[in-house]
């Protein structure tokens, strides 16, 4: 009986998680009338859904591949062949219209409401800059965390002001402003992400530092539903977990304010090291 509860109990997340994005899907393709939404929401909730089935599987590259089967359709699919910024900046674009449209549903639903249930699960298993910074040599954190997270509230600031000198200055052709902002704007999170990255020998850097989107994150992934908790009856204080996570996040505190909680992004990494599944 336990067997089949534990078979049971590893779809159960996956089909969770699939029946919340389709949800989403089916109610913004009627409400908007917009099969876009049917398509675009079904899409990335059956590539996580799968994804997370698959690493329960023990598929050694399952969240890599949901990575990228939903990082390069947002960046190539909506980004640069529909033209539509879904940096920060678009969102800050579409605010300002009064438009409930393309970045401010994808803000919503990934990035400021999401969070209160999946956590930082985005930046695992969506985020197409940190797809390609996961690629680097640096999976480990080689040095202590820096105290520069103060950074990512600049960044997150002149986004927002660069977008508002556009409205007050009544800047025409600001939609096509908006693309080469997009493009502009990815190869500079690249550029950076990539130059910290080797600087600091940490794949994340740019996540912990310079990463303006952590700004809506972080407090809502804090109340986020699901979390990776520790079982402390199997938990042997070993530390490895906490040697290998790129987040520098103390998995063993149960605690919701443990050190560095709402860096979570639900790699499982420190899941895969355990030696006694405490995690």
Known sequence: MQNTFQKIKKFLLPAILWLLFETIAVTLWRTKQNAFYLFNFSYIGTAVSAGILLFQLHCRHARRA????????????????????????GFWYY?????????????????IFGPLIFGRGWCGYACWTAMILDLLPFKIPQQPRKNWGWMRYLTFVLSFLFVSALFLAHVHSIEKIMFWAFLIG????????????FALKDNRAF???LCPITVFLKPMSYFAMIRVKCDAKKC?????????????????????NRKNGTECILCFECAKVCPKNAL
């Open 66 to 89: 949901t990575q990228f089967l939903v990082g390069t359709y947002m960046l190539v699919y909506l980004g640069l062949l529909c033209q539509e910024n879904m940096q920060i900046e």
């Open 95 to 111: 605010l300002c219209t009064g438009v409930f449209e393309a970045a401010t549903i994808h803000y919503a639903v990934a990035k």
């Open 186 to 197: 990815n190869c500079l999170y690249y550029i950076s992400g990539i130059g910290l990255a």
């Open 207 to 209: 996540c912990k530092y």
């Open 236 to 256: 042997i204080s070993c530390g490895k977990c906490k040697k290998v996570c790129p987040m520098d996040v103390d998995m063993t505190d149960p605690a919701r």
